[in-house]
């Protein structure tokens, strides 16, 4: 235990906090969205169900972590000669779990923009049980997502070489996604009522999680090595680039739900040319 109070294992903590929350943005959009669609009473229960089912999938996959990097090796190496890959079972949760992304997203841009009526049972997509379910389902994509990226930043050595050991490394993995998850749960509320009243919101929420989706898709291909010809290897998307488009994109509506509710509405140069012109065309004519 006196290992965790040194200053690289307090700092480790904070670190795994800070990106366990970043990599939980989509989760909670994910959840947002997901909730949106139940009944108000239902809201909050969904939401700390699907956060505590990710907390869940966490820990468990960090107790069974030989498991999960065993879940690299190979399972099926295919060579067609125009294409090769070698699957392996951390590459088809991923690439599967992105093409769930995918088609959620879809369908759900559609059913907003399109207007379809429900009954007054309410679809089955639309009942608690059903919501919880693609959350698990997706909770255990973005948990292999997670874990795998923090075991690539805490250090397994033993403490005489630098590291904090296996228990060491475990305990700061579990701490992080215990603190990370209990401060999502915090803001999980008033970010779904956020999301939930700007429809724009909704739709940049809905693009992101296609864009995750993509990200997906091709990290899935990559940790499958999917070669096509001789020379052109399917690569990954770099989650920072991925980052940085969906915070400048939210940055953007932002400022743009604050001129609406402006009292004096900002006039951009053109548009005052473009009303000199209309309003001399009138007296004109």
């Known amino acids: ?22 990599l939980g943005i989509d989760n909670i959009v994910f959840l947002s969205i997901v909730s949106g669609k139940l009944r108000a009473e239902d809201q909050p229960k969904a939401r700390r169900i699907g956060l505590l089912l990710a907390m869940a999938f966490r820990i468990i ?84 997502d997670s874990i795998l990226t923090a075991v690539g930043l805490v250090s397994m050595k033993v403490p005489a070489e630098g590291g904090v050991g296996y228990e060491g490394a475990l305990i700061i993995m579990i701490l992080a996604v215990v603190i990370s998850i209990i401060i999502m749960m915090i803001f999980a509320g008033p970010v779904s009522r956020f999301v939930n009243e700007h429809p724009t919101i909704q739709i940049l929420g809905l693009s992101f999680l296609i864009l995750i989706g993509v990200m997906l898709i091709a990290e899935g291909s990559h940790l499958a090595h999917f070669r096509f010809g001789d020379d052109v290897e399917v690569g990954t998307i770099p989650k920072g680039y991925l980052y940085f488009s969906i915070f400048f994109s939210l940055f953007v509506e932002f400022l743009n739900l604050r001129m609406k509710k402006s009292k004096n509405a900002v006039k951009l140069h053109n548009s005052e040319i473009a ?9 004109t004519n």
């Open 275 to 283: 009303d000199k012109k209309l309003k001399d065309s009138d007296v």
């Open 61 to 144: 996959l960090l107790f069974g972590i030989t498991w999960v990097l065993s879940l690299q090796d190979t399972i099926l190496a295919i060579d067609w000669g125009f294409f090769e890959a070698h699957i392996t079972g951390q590459s088809l949760i991923i690439f599967g779990g992105g093409l769930f992304l995918l088609y959620k997203s879809v369908t759900e841009i559609h059913h907003k923009l399109e207007g379809e009526e429900e009954s007054e049972k309410g679809k089955a997509s639309n009942k608690l049980s059903a919501a919880i379910l693609q959350i698990a389902l997706l909770n255990i994509v973005f948990s292999f």
């Open 1 to 22: 235990m006196e290992i965790l109070f040194t200053p690289n294992a307090l700092m480790a903590v904070i670190t795994l906090t800070f990106l366990e929350i970043i």
